[in-house]
């Protein structure tokens, strides 16, 4: 009879000893020893919420907790197929420091999890190095996270992430949006292409209806197929900390933000109106991405559908008091973000209106 081992079944433990060996001074890169504790290694991490951190100019005397979770989804797929898996990690970071940004906060730990069929040091840690760069873009820990070895469960070469953030805000901080007036300015913050929505689309577009390959060249993109669909997505923390720091929250200059995700402007933005209020935002007011033109012509896709499915180059929305708009423009281009002012806020249901 032979003798079953784990080895056998298809997981050996050196090896993910071996990984995780590999991964710890990533990880480390994103801690500081005032606030992580007990980073890495244990069952649980420990993060000290220091009451005298700063936050909006004032120490947090009631703070309250952010918990956000989101994945990367099928971008995956174009990572595989490529075999860089060096910026997939960034984007799964920003899909949930820009989702806690939402509520005037900010991101403090993240957690990864990682599921793939066999132990792979090296996938793993380059998939490690985009998650430490989206951290120290988004200015919080990583520290911890689990991996999934599951033979047959996965096919070779497939793999997924899904990131978990925890973040703080100053509970007569908080921006949700129960502020914002007609009449308020619409900023679009730009964003780097298409971020990490509507892949399951572009997809079925450039590989099964087009015939193409991730090393074919676009020369309206200047960039491989593989190079454009790679860009990972912006993280917004740092610039939009800066906006909401620079004024007294009693002002309440920044009235609502939202994270420009799957269903783009028309069904992200309504997220955070109060009843009454609707925005009107205007075509051509920004510039927006060539890969969203190339996209929309190669699938015949019908504008309504964009509309519903991409960011078309804003990957995040601050309505703000119209008489600080322009300044806040000039403090986002100072942390190197460019912005438009794209619409108001008018009265009726809440919804967008795109003119």
Known sequence: MPEWTYEKAGLNLDTYEKTLEGIAPLMRRT?????????????????????????????????VIITCTDGVGSKLKIASLTKKYDTVGIDLVAMSVNDCLCTGGE????????????????????????MVEGCLQAECSLTGG?????????????????GFCVGVVEKDSIIDGKAVQVGDTVIGLASTGIHSNGY????????????????????????????????PTRIYVKAVK????????KKKVVRGLAHITGGGLVDNVPRVLPPGRRVE??????????????LQKLGEIP???????????????????????NSIIHQLADK?????IIGKVKAGDPGVDMV
């Open 31 to 63: 801690h500081d020893r005032l606030h992580v504790l007990d980073g890495f290694g244990g069952f649980a991490s420990l993060f000290m919420l220091d009451y005298d951190r700063f936050l909006f100019s004032r120490k947090y005397r009631k703070p």
């Open 107 to 130: 991101p403090l730990v993240f957690l990864d999890y990682l599921a793939m069929p066999k132990d792979d040091p090296e996938l793993t840690r380059q998939l490690m190095e985009g």
């Open 336 to 340: 190197k973000v460019p912005s438009y």
């Open 281 to 294: 935002i205007q075509r051509g007011s920004w510039p927006v991405p060539p890969v969203f033109h190339w």
């Open 242 to 249: 800066s906006v909401i720091q620079h004024y007294p929250f």
């Open 200 to 231: 399951s689309l572009v997809r079925k577009i450039v590989f099964e209806h087009a015939k193409l390959t991730v090393n074919d060249r676009i020369e309206e993109l200047g960039k491989t197929v593989g190079e454009e669909l790679l860009t």
């Open 303 to 325: 504008q309504p559908e964009v509309d519903r499915v991409f960011n078309q180059g804003i990957g995040f929305v601050m309505i703000v008091a119209p008489h600080f708009a």
């Open 146 to 162: 689990e991996t999934a070895i599951l033979p047959e469960f996965y096919q070779p070469e497939d793999f997924d992430m899904a």
